[in-house]
Every structure is written in C-alpha cells, then in structure tokens.
Nanobody
Framework: QVQLVESGGGLVQAGGYLRLSCEAS????????MGWFRQAPGKEREFVAA????????YYADSVKGRFTVSRDNAKNTVYLQTNSLKPEDTAVYYC?????????????????WGQGTQVTVSS
C-alpha cells in the first residue's frame, strides 16, 4: 500500500512560482512512475506531468510545457513539481498519483493511490 501527501500549494501572483511536493510512504515508490494532475472547480481532473521510476523520462501536458518541471528523489520517497510563470488558469487543486501501468500515461484511470491534493491559486 502507498500513501501520498502533497504540500507546497498556496496563493501566488501571476508570473510567480511554487514548488509542490508529494511524499510517499511504502517501499514500492522507487519502482513506480508517478504523475501530477490538477482539477479546477467544475472541471474534470486533467493530466499535468509524469515521471518515470528512475526519473530519466518525463512527459508534460502542452499547457504547462516549458513552465513546469517534474522531478523525483527516490531516496526521500518524494516527487516534485516546480511550477514557474504561473497563470490564473493554473489555479486548481493539484494531486499526485502512482502509475498502475508502469508507463508514462495521461489518463487518470491509469493511476491510483491518489493524495488529498494541495490548492494552488494564482491571482491576476
């Protein structure tokens, strides 16, 4: 069983940045790809980024490519999402999750063990 706890969200002005963290419990963390998703009020949960179990491969949604960076520290059981040049449309609850397919996938159905989320609010 894996439990995930996100942190690092907050209120920031447009153009600002935040570093989100997702700490995992359980010994299987380093053997799993991980994903970040977000959900804004009234909208479906959407893919943001994914990272392979080694950290060598990453995958981003077009809407965040060039602004967000996903990374991981397997020694700390933690995956990060560095969010730069934030825009008001980035406002959402951000979640991390464990890939159940062993690959970098976009669909939320390919992920499990969701965390409780961390709120990111970007003011204009």
């Amino acid at each position: 069983q894996v439990q995930l706890v996100e942190s690092g969200g907050g209120l920031v002005q447009a153009g600002g940045y935040l570093r989100l963290s997702c700490e995992a419990s359980g010994r299987t963390f380093s053997s799993r790809a991980m994903g970040w998703f977000r959900q804004a009020p009234g909208k479906e949960r959407e893919f943001v980024a994914a990272i392979s179990m080694s950290g060598d491969s990453t995958y981003y949604a077009d809407s965040v490519k060039g602004r967000f960076t996903v990374s991981r520290d397997n020694a700390k059981n933690t995956v990060y999402l560095q969010t730069n040049s934030l825009k008001p449309e980035d406002t959402a609850v951000y979640y991390c999750a464990v890939s159940l397919r062993g690959a970098l996938a976009r669909a939320p159905s390919n992920y499990g063990y969701w965390g409780q989320g961390t709120q990111v609010t970007v003011s204009s």
